[in-house]
């Protein structure tokens, strides 16, 4: 959780709503087919969950700064370099922008191709 002391109190940004962005923001991304589970742990556990928005979404806060893993399936034939370039970069951007916090990685694993 990030955490905000200022004169009027405390801001506090829970790391499910940081996983709810990246995932709007992954679903929107050209060359996305979907995400993936993280492990078998979190593959079984997806069967009984009714929001799956998360899936393949991993975030740490440390120091107030915030760490994403995303797992994704891309579409055949795209560049892949290059889509997950813009991908870390859009989720970097929008995740500063929308809860001013710095951002110091974003790790982009591609698990599968789908056609």
């Known amino acids: 959780m990030l955490r905000l002391d200022n004169s009027n109190g405390i801001i506090a940004v829970d790391d499910n709503v940081i996983s709810n962005i990246v995932s709007i923001v992954a679903g929107n ?3 996305i087919t979907g995400m993936s589970a993280k492990n078998v742990t ?7 969950r009714r929001d799956t928005s998360d899936k393949g979404i991993s975030v ?12 994704i399936t891309v579409v055949y034939g795209i560049n892949i ?3 997950t370039e813009s991908i ?4 970097t951007y929008t995740l500063e922008e929308m ?5 110091s990685s974003v790790n982009i694993f591609v698990d599968a191709v789908t056609k």
């Open 29 to 31: 991304c050209f060359g």
């Open 42 to 48: 979190e593959e079984f556990w997806e069967l009984f």
């Open 60 to 71: 740490r806060c440390n120091n107030n700064a915030i760490e994403v893993d995303l797992h």
């Open 81 to 83: 370099p290059a889509i």
């Open 88 to 91: 870390a970069h859009k989720i």
């Open 99 to 103: 809860t001013g916090f710095k951002v």
